[in-house]
């Protein structure tokens, strides 16, 4: 069963193709020794190079299967990237535990389920094509339809014949990590509704177009004469075509003109609802009366319009990431379970995947390191660095023993731990956060829609004109002519282009700013972008980058023989005397370097990916040799750093200050010469609200390292400029108040509006209290910033934190630079500045045709013309105002101050 | 003229199949992923390329 072999030009066109030889096959990484070579009995030319086992094995499926033809297709696509395949790990038998089944699962039919599956590593057509390959590849599997944007795969298949498991480990297979999507009641209503939308805009085109023919044939018989038979034939046909347009099509207008009263206020579809109607019962009586004075091609159109433009303005709203199922994608799915053999609890037993809402309390449940903890619980074995940013904001993890309690959500960091659950699921803390923020708990103070408060004027000025017209004209010309001026008025002021004006002008600055990786989700986002007044910043991964980095460097007089040398990485990072100064001295220190970098080589902790990246710059900067010394024996110690052994003897350790402390103690008096500038050192580090960490050889104090988040680029000269417009500009944390001051006082924001140390509930709080006299706008990236984001007058998620904020916020930044932040406050300003515009365009139309319609110059023929113009008018408008435009030259100066200082 | 009491029902007769048609595009969800189809378009010809027999799994 081996692959067909490929068509002979194509063999011939990758042998001569020589760089992709430095390439992995699979996934197109530059190789790197230690490849896996693959001859897999085919022709030499044929031979493969893989990066790793996992693309070697997916690339060996792809080609028995016969899809090989996916490698062809990505040649020509230009290849690029693929990550790096991921075998399914482990046992995928919890995906067909039955509690998950019914949460996850759909029964369409006896025989038949649907799943939604969401996937990773899927990013070109060809993944489209091997994805969709599925029911050839697994029997009992229907269908697969991939949503290539929102990264899904909907799988109809027989549970008879396969199961979850099995079409998870196929997937797997191919190199797609994949996992199940809950049920979104949410999903489906919004599906139901924009079919239901979709079918009303087909028929109110139908209906418009073929009226409006119809009274084309009726306009010219004005004016060339039409036979009495024909123009009732053709005014009946309008009717009848008309009664759907008006009821079926139009209900949405209804529903929300009297939604608006129920509220009371004056919704800009009750004015729309009342022209419509009014016109539409006037034209029938006319045509009864057997009278031409009709209206409906311009009813048809308005109606056809309206629901385009509302249509496009919902579509170009990024709901679609509502999708993404909060609560999975926060806590796997997943997670290990103890299974007593005997009964009664005893100690023999083995370690089950299970589905991790079937954990019950006082279930033994294990974490290995780089996992995400399923349940609340107590740790009865190991002790590790849990990371729980995703709860506190905190950046650096936090050190846990027997004892403690972890929460779900939070990420097992160093070493393995056994807990017993004290909760379920359900009970879970950052279960009830999800919760919280899924029924809408905290609500917002409302928006006043522009639209709708000029409608309120709106319509009491048009009644007032219409009456004044009734009466005027009916007392001097009699009650007909008087009748069909008010009438003419009402039609031509119906506020189509008032009612199109802010939906069209929406729709293209979302779609615009989307293009830009700026996702807005909701309609009124936009608005309170643009008006709010007091803009409150997360700090960890939105003003800082949210990760550790090496900001001080500090070189001890016994390592230079000489005086101490401090850098400070920050502010040196390009200035070029630091090459100078600091070459001689990093070139004599090559063995510590290469000490330090062994050392930390296999560390997970952020502080050591922190020191390594580092490294990697220093080595870059300097030419250093990058090797790693294998015979340096290695022990982490838990919460201190790690300790090595030299192949000379010699005792390497580096990690905290204390941790170094104690062993300066233990090693006697004559350590004192090189204590003093060892806490002189540290208290400097910790004045600049760094971590300090030290290395030390044979208990001697060599070096130290000052270890703190980055300020985002620019974000400084943001902040300042909104400060410059009145903007207040407050820093909320859930970090330490000290380091939060820190970055505080980095960007200029004073000491008083530098708010740290506080759980998400006390972060909404305070949003909330804010909100009472000021207008709110929350940039955040966390978990724990979910709350706010949802009580700030709106909430600005950024990527690269947890998929919550982007489930949450009403706009998100898809690539966190500061460049974005400015374009977003801009864009959103242009945006309602065009929104102005086009709303005083379309009430000067208004007034205009209402002055034309007084003065009795309107007849349906007027009027039919007028209506369309005033809302390509509003169309125009919007297509060429400059929201979100301007931020293609700002993104470049983004890009060119990364570049340069 | 009199063709006109025939036409007339006739353009609406076509215009109201064309609705129904798109009707049921709409409502089977054709218009719900706009951006996947064009994808799929571009692997069509990678079919041909298959193995006539298909490869049974043997999992």
Redesign the interface.
């Known amino acids: 069963?081996n692959?067909?072999p490929l068509?002979e030009d194509l063999v011939d066109w990758k042998a001569s193709e020589a760089p992709i030889s430095g390439r992995c096959a699979h996934c197109g990484l530059p190789l790197i020794e230690g490849s896996i070579l693959n001859t897999d009995g085919r022709s030499a030319k044929q031979r493969e190079l893989f990066c790793c086992i996992g693309c070697e094995t997916v690339y060996g499926v792809i080609q028995?299967?016969?899809?090989g033809?996916?490698y062809?297709?990505r040649k020509l696509e230009g290849d690029f990237l693929v990550k790096p395949a991921q075998l399914p790990e482990g046992e995928l038998e919890y995906l067909d535990d039955p509690l998950l089944l019914s949460e996850f699962v759909e029964r369409v039919s006896p025989t038949e389920s649907r799943v939604l599956l969401h996937l990773e590593g899927i990013h070109?057509?060809?993944c489209?094509?091997l994805i969709?390959k599925l029911p050839?590849?697994?029997?009992g599997v229907t269908e697969a339809?991939?949503?290539?944007?929102q990264g899904t795969v909907e799988v109809l298949y027989e549970p008879s014949k396969v199961t979850l498991s099995?079409i998870s480990?196929?997937l797997g297979r191919l190199g797609y990590g994949s996992s199940p999507v809950r049920g979104n009641d949410a999903l489906k209503e919004e599906?139901r509704l924009?079919?239901w939308e979709?079918?009303r805009i087909?028929?109110a085109a139908?209906i418009a177009?073929?009226t409006m023919s119809l009274a084309i044939s009726l306009y010219q018989g004005w004016f060339t004469g039409i036979s009495a038979e024909?123009a009732s034939?053709f005014s009946y046909?309008s009717l009848v075509?008309t009664i759907p347009a008006i009821t079926f099509c139009a209900m949405p207008f209804y529903r929300a003109a009297i939604g608006g009263l129920r509220a009371r206020s004056i919704h800009i579809d009750l004015p729309i609802s009342v022209a419509l109607l009014l016109a539409f019962f006037v034209s029938s009586a006319n045509t009864l009366r057997g009278s031409v004075e009709v209206y409906y091609d311009t009813i048809t159109a308005l109606i056809f319009l309206l629901l385009g433009a509302r249509y496009l303005q919902r579509r170009a709203l990024a709901r679609a990431v509502e999708r993404t199922d909060l609560l999975s994608s926060l806590v796997p799915l997943k997670a290990s379970r103890f299974v007593s053999a005997g009964a009664g609890g005893s100690e023999q037993g083995s370690w089950q995947g299970v589905y991790s809402g079937i954990l019950a309390v006082g279930d033994k449940v294990r974490v290995e390191p780089g996992e995400v903890i399923p349940v609340d619980g107590v740790i009865v074995e190991g002790g590790s660095a849990v990371g729980a940013a995703i709860l506190t904001g905190e950046a650096l993890p936090v050190r846990v023993k027997p004892g403690n309690r972890v929460f779900a959500g939070t990420t097992n960091i160093s070493s393995p731990i056994t807990l017993v659950a004290e909760s379920t699921l359900a009970t879970s803390r950052i279960s009830r956060i999800v919760n919280q923020i899924d029924r809408g708990d905290i609500a917002r103070a409302p928006i006043i829609d522009l639209t709708d408060q000029l409608s309120s004027v709106f319509v009491v000025v048009v009644l007032l004109l219409s009456l004044l017209c009734f009466l005027f004209w009916g007392w001097s010309l009699g009650f007909e002519e008087g009748f069909n001026r008010t009438l003419a008025l009402l039609v031509v002021t119906c506020p189509c282009a008032l009612g199109l004006a802010a939906p069209i002008t929406l729709a293209i600055a979302v779609r615009r700013a989307a293009r830009h990786g700026l996702f807005i989700r909701s309609s009124d986002a936009i608005q309170r972008i643009a008006d709010a007044n007091e803009l409150v910043f997360d700090k960890t991964g939105t003003v800082t980058e949210g990760k550790l980095e090496v900001r001080r460097f500090w070189l001890a007089p016994e390592a230079t023989k000489a005086d101490p040398v401090i850098w400070d990485v920050a502010s040196d990072l390009h200035d070029p005397g630091v090459e100078q100064r600091l070459t001689p001295i990093v070139s004599a220190q090559v063995e510590f370097f290469q000490a330090v970098l062994s050392l930390e080589n296999g560390s997970s902790h952020p502080v050591g990916i922190a020191i390594r990246n580092f490294l990697a710059v220093v080595g870059e900067r300097f030419a250093l040799d990058k090797a790693v010394d294998d015979r340096l024996l290695c022990e982490p110690v838990l919460g201190r750093g790690v300790k090595g052994f030299g192949a000379d003897g010699a005792v390497w350790r580096i990690g905290s200050s204390s941790w170094l402390t104690e062993e300066l103690e233990l090693c006697g008096e004559n350590q004192h010469a090189g204590e003093v500038e060892f806490r002189k050192e540290e208290s400097l580090s910790l004045m600049q609200r760094l971590t300090p960490i030290f290395v030390s050889r044979n208990s001697v104090i060599l070096a130290g390292f000052g270890i703190g988040d980055t300020v985002r680029q620019g974000i400084k000269e943001c902040i300042a400029a909104e400060q410059a417009r009145g903007t207040g500009v407050t820093l909320l944390s859930g970090d330490h108040p000290e380091v939060v001051e820190a970055v505080g006082v980095q960007l200029g924001v004073s000491a008083e509006r530098c708010l740290g140390g506080k759980s998400p509930e006390e972060k909404a709080a305070f949003v909330l209290e804010l909100g009472r006299t000021r207008r709110t706008a929350f940039f955040g990236d966390g978990v724990n910033d979910a709350l706010v984001l949802r009580a700030a007058g709106v909430g600005v998620g950024v990527a690269g934190g947890a998929e919550v904020a982007l489930r949450v916020s009403d706009a998100f930044i898809a690539t966190p630079s500061t460049a974005r932040f400015s374009a977003l406050l801009s864009g959103a300003r242009l945006t309602m500045r065009a929104i102005y515009r086009n709303l005083f365009a379309s009430v000067t139309y208004n007034v205009i045709g209402a002055g034309a319609a007084f003065l009795g110059y309107v007849n349906p023929l007027v009027a039919a013309i007028l209506m369309p113009i005033s809302s390509l008018t509003v169309v125009f408008i919007a297509s060429f105002s400059n929201t979100f435009q301007e931020q293609d030259g700002k993104e470049q100066d983004g890009r060119e101050q990364e570049v340069a200082p | 003229?009199s063709i006109?009491?025939f036409l007339?029902p006739a353009?609406?007769l076509l215009?109201?199949l064309?609705?129904v048609a798109?009707?049921w595009c709409?409502?089977s969800?054709q218009?719900?992923?706009l951006?996947?189809p064009p994808?799929?378009m571009?692997?069509d010809d990678?079919e041909e390329?298959?193995?006539k027999e298909?490869?049974?799994?043997n999992?």
């Open positions: 069963m692959s067909q068509s028995q299967l016969g899809l033809s996916f062809e297709y070109c057509a060809a489209v094509w969709e050839h590849l697994l029997s339809r991939v949503n290539f944007v099995q480990h196929w599906r924009s079919r979709l079918t087909g028929i139908v177009a073929n024909y034939l046909t075509l | 003229m006109i009491f007339l353009t609406i215009a109201l064309a609705l798109y009707v709409a409502r969800g218009y719900e992923d951006d996947t994808l799929r571009l692997t990678l390329r298959l193995p298909k490869a049974t799994p999992h």
